[in-house]
């Protein structure tokens, strides 16, 4: 087939109306060979003559989106210099834009003979067992696409999969279940909206390798942290085709949610890759430049440096990752028009050498960058390597899951000691964690669960985990639960058992709500669903995992659509800046504190108070009239002032509220017992009695100005 030179940027294959230029880098090839998939499975071999800075490339005139393609580089295999060219190896282009079909596990994918020690080369043709590279066809209709742009403090996210939340909607046609198209669907978006939340964000969604031996055990990988393609919308969750369809209906997806105000957020694996260690299969980066993509152990460069805990850690101080990683980021804004990334174990990003580095390139690169610096960037500060927890420690431009907010809410709700004082700064946003370094509430991104874990309906239903589906003896997964009943005496009756689980679902999605910083949920707890205990669901792609639409907690739901619209209406409970000890007067009050603390007898709280190892109960005045923030007319921003009253003893507790400087009169306008008889009206120094393991919140209006949101 004729060719012509083409351009060596943009890397990749660049589709134009009448060819595609191809572009692909290898700093260690000898030759390569451009290679043209037909139907059939028949292979046209194009030798690339042309390179620029180790950049291959030429322009095939006619090749069209559909083709499928790969690569085969010939250099160097000399594992112990950690190099691993193998021509017999069919290599996906790293840029690929879409990628077709999946591997096998045939051993033609490696280049070892399995049970061979000697090192032997394994030259059998991986062709017909891996996946292809696919031109695509970049245009789309956008019409009036706008991306919703949703300030962080406004901001509730849902965390989700695409199959998980669709799969068993009944409103959803059979035909699309568990595809971009179904998170389409009206019946999906409905329920988004209807709830509340202003950002999906998405569990991984780049093509991904299903495991072989997973699917020797009768699994599949369902999360899909095993990226392959860093371009490439996973082919798996396209309903209508592999050759390119998925680009068009993963952008269809994103105008349809952006119609529907919510963000777009992607769960991204730029720390590895599905190749693994040294005896994973050959698919790509490790057959086009081995060394350049990934961290090889120093001293043994036959082996990979892990921080990952999957088998190998890309190279953060390659130029050419760094560049891999870019412009995909670039890519999936531009052209994708998502809104924001989750970093997957985004301390491993952070490693030019061994340390965490927040001065490293890869936090520079995204800091100077005009378009990635203006999405939401969201960390997942840790990875498994020394130093590897970093909550709190990355630069002022990124936020961050708040692994400690976490663990303090759930440790404070099952009656742990000593958690009284670390419970109130989670619900204020975490200044010990991120004031420090100029950052706001906003830094920190709240949950108390997450996909990896127990669901909420599980967290308050089983102390011991139940992963035995996984077929790994149950010793996967956290080794253990920090629920409700665990080490702490509770009732025995089965109906008050139940009852008090449900409450503390509403407790945690209270906490989770009435905290400053960004709320995150995930998929499926605001209607109950349970996995059965099992707490690391990676491989159970099924009805263990997906949300059973057909057995809603209706009350739950109808609740926690309350919270987040009780969240939106109360701008003290979302504000820009951390409570600092501003006072303002209003209505003829002493100047009040922006927030203050009160023992349940409402006295205020004194250092005994906060730590006294079994104190398990507090309340907190937040005043709406000393947020101190501008709103969009100039003025300033007030709202209700709000009393919350918080109980995790087991038994009832009565509470006295403050005296009048914080309030003549006060109305209940939440409890999470919602059997709890409460008074229509509360006077300043009057007393409640709360059911053990409860939230009450009572509001003060701001009198002499309208409220603002």
């Known amino acids: 087939?004729?060719?012509?030179?083409?351009?060596?940027?943009?890397?990749?294959?660049?589709?134009?109306?009448?060819?595609?230029?191809?572009?692909?880098?290898?700093?260690?090839?000898?030759?390569?060979?451009?290679?043209?998939?037909?139907?059939?499975?028949?292979?046209?071999?194009?030798?690339?003559?042309?390179?620029?800075?180790?950049?291959?490339?030429?322009?095939?005139?006619?090749?069209?989106?559909?083709?499928?393609?790969?690569?085969?580089?010939?250099?160097?295999?000399?594992?112990?210099?950690?190099?691993?060219?193998?021509?017999?190896?069919?290599?996906?282009?790293?840029?690929?834009?879409?990628?077709?079909?999946?591997?096998?596990?045939?051993?033609a994918l490696f280049s070892y003979h399995f049970g061979d020690d000697s090192g032997e080369i394994n030259e059998a043709d991986s062709a017909p067992h891996t996946m292809t590279s696919v031109v695509i066809n970049p245009f789309f209709d956008w019409e009036h696409d706008r991306p919703p742009d949703h300030e962080y403090h406004e901001s509730v996210i849902y965390e989700a999969h695409v199959r998980g939340l669709t799969m068993l909607h009944p409103e959803v046609p059979e035909e699309i279940r568990g595809t971009y198209a179904a998170l389409a669907h009206p019946?999906?978006?409905?329920?988004?909206?209807?709830?509340?939340?202003?950002?999906?964000?998405?569990?991984?969604?780049?093509?991904?390798?299903?495991?072989?031996?997973?699917?020797?055990?009768?699994?599949?990988?369902?999360?899909?942290?095993?990226?392959?393609?860093?371009?490439?919308?996973?082919?798996?969750?396209?309903?209508?085709?592999?050759?390119?369809?998925?680009?068009?209906?993963?952008?269809?997806?994103?105008?349809?949610?952006?119609?529907?105000?919510?963000?777009?957020?992607?769960?991204?694996?730029?720390?590895?890759?599905?190749?693994?260690?040294?005896?994973?299969?050959?698919?790509?980066?490790?057959?086009?430049?081995?060394?350049?993509?990934?961290?090889?152990?120093?001293?043994?460069?036959?082996?990979?440096?892990?921080t990952t805990g999957t088998g190998n850690s890309l190279l953060m101080r390659s130029p050419h990752v760094l560049q891999l990683i870019m412009d995909s980021l670039r890519y999936w804004i531009t052209d994708m028009h998502v809104d924001g990334f989750r970093f997957d174990l985004a301390a491993t990003l952070a490693r030019q050498f061994h340390e965490v580095d927040k001065l490293s390139s890869f936090f520079d690169i995204i800091q100077q960058d005009p378009v990635i610096s203006q999405t939401k960037l969201i960390a997942e500060p840790w990875d498994l390597g020394t130093g590897g927890y970093q909550v709190g420690g990355f630069p002022p431009l990124w936020t961050e899951w708040n692994g400690k907010y976490r663990d303090t809410v759930r440790d404070f709700w099952r009656g742990e000691p000593s958690t009284l004082g670390e419970f109130a700064s989670r619900l204020t946003g975490s200044s010990d964690l991120y004031e420090r370094t100029g950052r706001t509430p906003i830094a920190s991104i709240n949950f108390v669960t997450a996909h990896d874990g127990f669901t909420l309906a599980d967290l308050v239903s089983y102390n011991d985990k139940h992963n035995e589906a996984n077929g790994e003896d149950n010793n996967d997964g956290e080794s253990h639960n920090r629920s409700w009943n665990s080490g702490v005496e509770g009732p025995t009756d089965d109906e008050e058992i139940l009852q008090l689980r449900r409450r503390q679902q509403r407790n945690f999605l209270t906490t989770l709500l009435i905290s400053q910083g960004v709320p995150m949920l995930s998929h499926g707890d605001e209607v109950g669903r349970t996995q059965q205990g099992n707490n690391n669901v990676y491989a159970q792609d099924n009805e263990l995992s997906w949300i059973d639409w057909e057995n809603v907690d209706e009350p739950l739901l109808a609740f926690t659509r309350q919270l987040i619209a009780f969240r939106a209406e109360h701008p003290v409970l979302r504000r820009r800046r951390f409570f600092n000890g501003s006072t303002s007067a209003a209505n003829g009050l002493p100047e009040l504190p922006d927030i203050a603390w009160f023992e349940p007898s409402g006295a205020p709280m004194d250092t005994e108070a906060w730590t006294t190892s079994y104190a398990r109960s507090l309340a907190v005045f937040v005043n709406g009239e000393a947020i101190d923030e501008p709103d969009m007319t100039g003025g300033r921003i007030i709202g209700d002032s709000l009393l919350v009253f918080v109980s995790a003893n087991a038994e009832q507790?009565?509470?006295?509220?403050?005296?009048?400087?914080?309030?003549?009169?006060?109305?209940?306008?939440?409890?999470?017992?919602?059997?709890?008889?409460?008074?229509?009206?509360?006077?300043?120094?009057?007393?409640?009695?709360?059911?053990?393991?409860?939230?009450?919140?009572?509001?003060?209006?701001?009198?002499?100005?309208?409220?603002?949101?």
């Open 1 to 107: 087939m004729r060719t012509w030179p083409g351009q060596p940027y943009p890397l990749g294959a660049t589709f134009n109306g009448s060819g595609t230029n191809f572009a692909l880098f290898s700093s260690v090839a000898e030759k390569v060979e451009l290679c043209l998939i037909d139907d059939d499975g028949t292979e046209e071999r194009i030798d690339v003559t042309e390179m620029d800075a180790y950049v291959w490339h030429a322009y095939v005139p006619g090749v069209s989106p559909g083709q499928r393609y790969g690569y085969r580089v010939h250099g160097p295999y000399d594992p112990d210099a950690g190099h691993r060219c193998n021509p017999a190896k069919l290599l996906l282009d790293p840029y690929a834009k879409a990628i077709d079909g999946q591997i096998d596990g045939d051993e």
């Open 187 to 306: 019946a999906i978006i409905e329920h988004l909206v209807d709830l509340g939340v202003t950002a999906l964000e998405l569990m991984p969604v780049h093509q991904f390798v299903q495991d072989p031996p997973l699917i020797d055990r009768g699994l599949r990988n369902y999360w899909g942290y095993n990226t392959i393609g860093f371009f490439a919308p996973h082919n798996g969750y396209s309903a209508w085709g592999s050759r390119g369809e998925q680009v068009l209906e993963f952008k269809s997806l994103v105008k349809a949610l952006h119609a529907a105000n919510i963000e777009v957020i992607l769960d991204v694996v730029y720390n590895h890759t599905a190749e693994g260690n040294h005896q994973g299969p050959t698919l790509s980066f490790r057959g086009l430049d081995n060394a350049t993509y990934y961290r090889l152990v120093d001293d043994d460069k036959a082996h990979y440096f892990d």
């Open 653 to 709: 507790l009565e509470f006295t509220l403050p005296g009048a400087d914080y309030g003549a009169s006060w109305t209940p306008v939440l409890s999470t017992d919602t059997e709890l008889d409460l008074p229509d009206e509360l006077q300043a120094g009057a007393t409640l009695t709360i059911t053990g393991r409860c939230i009450v919140i009572l509001a003060r209006q701001p009198s002499n100005e309208e409220p603002s949101a």
